[in-house]
């Protein structure tokens, strides 16, 4: 059996490799959030039934139509380390911005239906079915995800 020395030499070791593997996409740049986001902040809480603490949240930009995530090319990307990422092109979309929160307010990775679809329509396809009601389908981006 190791010794306890060695034990924790593997532990450091291991813990050090894997220190730098979080979500760092290429030119991102952190930003003040504009004080609108508090508001959809609000509303996000409200559809969610969930409440979050919005000045934890560390926002960043990455400019550009998307950047690289996991799944592709991502025009927002949530992180549990309480930070966002955002195409800057998709910093000023409401459901971009607003999918990305209520993943911060879950604390978790995924899409369950509810929350995301019914009762708070923000992806791309509940989205643009509850804005077609209102006789507005905003344009989606077919390559661009959301995560």
């Not at 603490?53 to 400019?63: G, L």
């Not at 991502?74 to 966002?84: Q, T, V």
């Amino acid at each position: 059996m190791p010794s306890r020395a060695t034990l924790l030499l593997l532990a450091a070791l291991f813990a050090g490799l894997f220190a730098g593997c979080g979500f760092e996409p290429a030119g991102d740049s952190p930003i003040t959030p504009p004080a609108l986001y508090r508001e959809w902040w609000s509303k996000t809480e409200a559809c969610s039934g969930r409440s979050g603490n919005f000045d934890r949240v560390k926002w960043f930009v990455v400019e550009g139509s998307g950047f690289a995530c996991r799944g592709g090319t991502c025009a927002g990307h949530w992180e549990s380390s309480h930070e966002i990422f955002l195409a800057g092109d998709f910093r000023n979309n409401e459901m971009v911005v607003r999918h990305e929160m209520l993943h911060e307010l879950l604390g978790r990775p995924g899409h369950p239906d509810p929350p995301f679809g019914d009762g708070c329509p923000l992806t791309w396809s509940t989205w643009n079915a509850d804005r077609a009601a209102l006789g507005h389908v905003p344009e989606r981006p077919d390559s661009v995800r959301i995560d």
